[in-house]
């Protein structure tokens, strides 16, 4: 009995060292030294790669890592900025025995998607659905106003939209039994501007919002829909008639535009028709590429993108590991297009989740403007690894050198000075000196002499690499200079 109670207390202590499987996450991916491993693990806690334009980001760390990812046999979601994008993963694919895996998303692809019917079906949907919804709208709201600086007159903002577009799910889920983009729409322009208008048979005619209301009262609902759809009932008639056709416009039209261009085109095509893919193919495997590069696309390709990659992080979040154990990652190049305020939040738990992050961009700056800089700080933070290739930029390079930090450097000096006195005879004196000063461990000028691949370089791209509260074995420091074949 005592035996049994001691093991209870220390399961470990009986077990023998070799009866211990190793942890599938401590497997190395790369090997950046050679005794620095850069393990699964490492790869799930989040990376960042800086670099100038043409300095290497693309064909030296970022391919490293991503024929890693996909020779490990991981799935992932690619985002592409660029046109060369899709077809790069091609190549990547075909290097690393994954073509079989690969689904390229684009409008000459056979691949659909819509998203709001995939939430309104999907298992476990149900409670969660309307807040998610009213959170993915936003994250793309976000990136369509990019708001910066935080006042009372922005939260109010956030608050009523994400009201109205409580209401309106709730409404159309209610009263239709599915969800379209369009009826979301219509419901939303067809709303009673006036108190007066409520009661106008014209208006009850010709509005979706009133034929809705009148459909979710015949049908039959749960208690917590009873008391859902009855309070959307007030919020559009009495609410929203109640509010100042200023403040109604602003709301409206600010959610109306983001909406819009799911509606027409090419992503009226892709994201609110059939769907034929979900996103949990990259957890058994699917290499998913994003093919509406933001430099083709502008932001129809940012927006889409960052809404695939909101409804996969929480699709990723929601699998179970055990049963789908497979790490996938989330690529990125460019990513200032598609980084928002939620992504701290995913990083936060992504370990757990086993999802590999890569962001790629050329400077911190290039963050701040879309972010702001609390926010930045916020997601840099949260990505552990980070390469830094060659760069100009004294924002970033300052920064990644208050990274690696400083420390007492010894520095000795020694001289000769010769001085003429008033007879007209020469002495000369010597001295020598030592002192110590707290100084960066990686100088910010450092990074400007980086390799940069191609011929002149002997094909080989640099980038010192960080990694939260490691010392690399081949440095005894937390700074290594790794070397990256583009070949
Ligand atoms: N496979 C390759 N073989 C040889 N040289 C290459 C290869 N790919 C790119 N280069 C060259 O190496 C340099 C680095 O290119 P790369 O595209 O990796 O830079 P980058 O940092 O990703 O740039 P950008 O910010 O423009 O995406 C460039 O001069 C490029 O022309
Ligand atoms: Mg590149």
Redesign the pocket.
Known sequence: MNGFFNLLQNPLRSTPARMVAPDPLDAPLLWLGKNDPWTIRNACEGTAIF?A??S????GS?QALAKAFLSAGFGGLVLC??PDEAELWRRYCQQTNRSDSLIIFGPQQPYRFNFLNYEFTRPGAGAGLTENLVRLFTTIMQVAERQRGHNSAQDFWERTTKQLLRNCIDLVAIARGRLLLQEIYDVIVTAPSTPEEVGSEAWQQSSLCWRCIREGEARPKSPRQANDFAHAVKYWLREIPALSSKTRSIIVTSLTSMMDIFLRGTLRELFCTTTNIVPELTHEGAVLVLDLPVKEYAEIGQFSQTMMKFIWQRASERRDVRRHPRPAFLWC??AQFFTTATDADFQSTARGARVATVY?SQNVGAYHSQLGQAETHSVMGNLQTKFFHANGDPMTNNWAAELFSKSWQFRGSAGTSTSEGMTGRQSVSKNFGASDSLDFEVLPQQFTSLRKGGPEHGYCVEAITFQGGRIWHATNKNHLKVGFSQR
């Open positions: 670099g334009t043409g290497g980001k693309t064909s970022g900025a660029k190049d460019e790629l």
